[in-house]
């Protein structure tokens, strides 16, 4: 019997010492310090999850119950549970009687639902249901107040998206701001997960990759990277290089100059190899936030001359601050992921989601979060949308550098390509 019980406590001792329970804070650095919410995807489980900035991520082998997450620092608006599995509550404010609008939209924009109510001064609730797997953004708004949210709907079927009222639980005349239910917020962590961590402050937004093996703080260095159209980049920093973690989608030149777009096939095919011109793959606008637009090598150098330098020191299309790639930039990025061979999986998303299956090696523990937004071949015509992604550098050999991801590859592919045709642009931040 003693040594039977020997055994249950060590047993129990060797569980505890297995068991993952890390408490992860966040700060940020740089253009601010403030981190308004956090994004945090496990790239190992397929999951995700927002926190609030100020808010802690407990990351826990058992997860007893998800903890709501709340987008607006004031508590004005709770959602609840966060991510989603069939429906969440949410709760809000209004200050005074009033008509208020909710809308629920995708990430690119489309309003999945919009409904309008009179609601009288107080505290309501809300249930949202039939969201398909994704993340959302929540509008609630009236002439006095503008709430914004996200959802994180992790359901694995898409039902018939609803908002029903469920009622009023605060009709007194003193309105007293809502309590946070909690400041930690829990996430199912094994050993060896890696996660994906994007801080948002205003239009500030940075990627940090992780396997957290203890608690510790996260801090994300805030770097401003926005064009002259007024888009704000989400950047990454790998190595000693900063790069932008989405593709480029301006359509002026830092100037003010406009880059001429060009759409039809038979325009595109007249283009030579000294043409500045710009699109969007298969002139679709809505394809404009996912994978920003296709330029000509010399849209993208903005008509500079080559430059194989580390840095290039070519603006090109590039927001001020930030430069156009050159040849040695891309092979230090390659060659920082572990080489050809393995590089392109480390930078591609993971998943199928917009990738063809099978997506071979999809780690994206670089943070560079590549997308197959495809190219324009130099007949105008718009191919390999979700098979692969290609990058013009500030390099030319006769034809122009440029590197190229692919579905079914792990590999960071190097080749050289007509100047007239059309391909996506990542720039870095100069030094």
Known sequence: MKRLLIVLVLVALTTNAHSQDYLISFEGSGDTTI???????????????????????????????????????????????????????????????????????????????????????????????GLGSGVYNLNVKSSGFNYTGKIVSQSNTRGSAQISYTGQIDKTSGLTRLKSENTEVQMQYDSGDRLTLTGISGNYSTVVVDIPTESKTISFNFISCADKDGNNYTIVETGTQT????????????????????????????????????????????????????????????????????????????????HLPGDAEWKELVDYLGGVSVAGGKMKEVGTTLWD??????????????LP???????????????????????????????????????????????????????????
């Not at 299956?357 to 590549?370: D, I, M, Q, Y």
């Open 35 to 129: 981190v308004d919410s956090v994004l945090v995807q496990n790239l190992t489980q397929g999951t995700s999850l927002i926190v609030d900035g100020n808010d802690q991520l407990r990351l826990v082998e058992n997860v007893t119950g998800i903890n709501p997450v709340r987008d607006n620092k004031d508590n004005i608006l709770c959602i609840y549970p966060n991510p989603v599995k069939e429906y969440c509550t949410v709760k809000f404010e209004t200050p005074r009687s009033d008509f208020i609008a909710i809308e629920v939209s995708d990430i690119l924009g489309k309003k999945i639902l919009q409904e309008s109510k009179y609601f009288e001064k107080g505290t309501h609730l809300l249930q949202i249901s």
């Open 243 to 322: 790069w932008m973690a989405e593709n480029l989608k301006t359509t002026h030149f830092a100037n003010g100059v406009e880059i001429p777009l060009v759409e039809s096939n038979s325009s595109w095919n007249d283009l030579s190899y000294t043409s500045i011109a710009y699109c969007y793959y298969d002139n679709l606008s809505s394809n404009k936030n996912t994978y920003g637009a296709i330029y000509t090598w010399n849209a993208a150098m903005n008509g500079a001359a080559s430059s194989g330098n580390n840095p290039s020191g070519v603006q090109g299309v590039c927001p001020t601050g930030w």
């Open 357 to 370: 299956s099978p997506n071979n090696g999809a780690t994206n523990e670089s943070g560079f979060t590549a």
């Open 373 to 431: 937004g495809g190219y324009r071949n130099t007949n105008g015509n718009c191919i390999m949308l979700g098979n692969s992604a290609w990058f013009w550098s500030a390099t030319r050999d006769g034809l122009a550098i440029c590197y190229g991801l692919k579905y079914d590859l792990t590999d960071a592919e190097r080749i050289t390509y007509n100047r007239s045709g059309g391909f996506s642009v990542r720039c870095v931040k100069d030094k």
